[in-house]
């Protein structure tokens, strides 16, 4: 099946400072979505992303479906920045469509 | 628009005991999705419905599991009887099949400890 690995597991930053995640999956997708869960464990769409680049205030995405990964930039982190990330992919498998969530990259910006 | 709820917010129960998580998506939505999260990893799809009918069980542990969404809207997933390793959040999340298909929606999920 489809694997998706995102990296770093883990960031600390000091609160104002920018951050990369990454998120590589092993083959062709449908769809690509980024999530933030809280600290209450609510999953938060960020962006649906199949390809291309979003924007969204401080946040923004890129996916480059050909190459395989997407990337998530956060822009002068802020406290509430402080969460899990994850991507999920979306691959047709044995006729269905399938959902895969990442890994997660743990994320935890300091005052 | 409301979002995807779920109840209940949390659930202790013992073990070999069952336990029912109702989920009801947003309004229009064919496809509705529940996930379990264990403490530390990603969710993982159990079960998968469009309208009324199973898209994707595979995942689903089928000896104590099962799940149903009776008339295609609301859906109960049900654990009889609960083990241990049953202690997650049990996620719930919806998406339409027209505009951005695919596009998922969770709810806030039930947390479970088996005990």
């Known amino acids: 099946g489809i694997q998706v690995e995102q990296s770093p597991p883990d960031l600390i930053l000091q609160e104002g400072a920018n951050s990369t995640l990454r998120c590589n999956f092993s083959?062709?997708?449908?769809?690509l979505q980024w999530f933030h869960q809280n600290p209450w464990g609510q999953l938060i769409n960020l962006f649906y992303?199949?390809?291309g680049t979003k924007q969204n205030g401080r946040l923004s995405a890129t996916t480059v479906a050909t190459e395989r990964y997407s990337l998530l930039y956060i822009s002068s982190s802020q406290t509430t920045d402080s969460g899990v990330y994850f991507c999920?992919?979306?691959?047709?498998?044995?006729?269905?469509?399938?959902?895969?969530f990442g890994t997660g990259t743990r994320l935890k910006v300091l005052a | 628009e409301a979002g995807v709820a779920q109840s209940p917010r949390y659930k202790i129960i013992e073990k070999r005991q069952s336990v029912a998580f109702w989920c009801n998506p947003i309004?229009?939505?064919?496809?509705l999705y529940w996930y379990q999260q264990i403490l530390g990893q990603g969710p993982k799809l159990l079960i998968q419905?469009?309208?009324?009918?199973?898209?994707?069980d595979s995942q689903l542990p089928k000896d104590r599991f099962s799940a149903e969404r009776l008339k295609g809207v609301d859906s109960t997933l049900k654990i009889q009887p609960a083990k241990l390793e049953d202690s997650a959040v049990y996620l719930c999340?919806?998406?339409?099949?027209?505009?951005?298909?695919?596009?998922?929606?969770f709810g806030p999920g039930t947390r479970l400890t088996v005990t």
């Open positions: 309004s229009g939505h064919a496809t």
């Open positions: 999920a992919v979306v691959g047709r498998l044995s006729g269905t469509y399938k959902y895969i």
């Open positions: 083959d062709s997708v449908n769809n």
């Open positions: 992303i199949p390809s």
């Open positions: 999340a919806s998406s339409s099949v027209g505009g951005r298909p695919y596009e998922q929606y």
């Open positions: 419905f469009q309208n009324n009918g199973v898209v994707d």
